[in-house]
């Protein structure tokens, strides 16, 4: 049986493929739409020419007369002709092919075709302003005070300016026992810089303090 072949369906370049390895993009022009074309080309003009080349090759060298060569041609055009049919009746190569998804095997007639894998969502571009996180933040008892250091970035694309850094000290039911305002070594920041913070609270609450929350503002 003939080799199967896929075909660009930009270029209509065709290649050979082996038996279940369909390419995914063409070697000619790099388009991903590619898909089987008929396995069964027709073999008619081929082998109607190297009889004629083997005829005329004998006619030359004076073996045969100009009866025997357009027999010949007759009989090669005949006997490709009824091989042509019965490749066509066995592979259905007389029938239009429809373009298979890229980088798959048509669908067989009793298989149903199946649509392409649905492409994932190209992800949202983040918005062109500037955007600042806490980028890492530590608490520890001092005495009868409570410090407070962390890091925050501008993960965004724009200059933040007027910074400020707040944190709020919380007990073990989750009550406030009091906001300061931190101490930030920048109040604005450009896009991928980074700028430290400290605090501290002391006193009778800074015995009770069992969590705190850092939050940032800052104007564009």
Partial sequence: ?????????????????KRGEWSRECPKCGHA???????????????????LILAGGAYYLGLVGD??????QEAAEKAAEKLQAEVEK??????????????????????????PAARPAAEAT????????????MGWAVGSAYRVKG???????????????????????DQVLARYEAECEAT????GKSAKFESAIAGP????????????????
Avoid: Y
């Avoid at 009866?67 to 010949?72: I, L, P, S, Y």
């Avoid at 066995?90 to 649509?115: F, H, I, L, N």
């Avoid at 302003?129 to 890492?136: D, E, I, N, Q, T």
């Fill in 67 to 72: 009866d025997t060569v357009k027999e010949a």
């Fill in 205 to 220: 609450e800074a015995k009770q303090v069992d969590d705190f929350v850092v939050e940032v503002e800052f104007s564009e």
């Fill in 188 to 191: 604005s920041l450009k896009p």
């Fill in 126 to 137: 983040p918005a062109p302003g500037p955007r600042l996180k806490v980028a890492s933040r």
């Fill in 90 to 115: 066995r592979t259905g190569s007389g029938e239009e092919v429809a373009p298979s998804p890229a980088g798959q095997p048509p669908a067989s007639e009793d298989e149903p075709a199946r649509a």
């Fill in 1 to 17: 049986m003939a080799t199967p072949r896929n075909v660009c369906h930009r270029c209509r370049h065709k290649w050979k493929v």
């Fill in 33 to 51: 739409n590619v898909g089987p074309t008929d396995p069964a080309p027709s073999i008619l003009p081929k082998l109607v020419l190297v009889v």
């Fill in 151 to 173: 890091k925050i970035e501008n993960t965004g694309q724009a200059r933040a300016s007027g910074i400020k850094v707040r944190v709020i000290f919380h007990d073990a039911q």
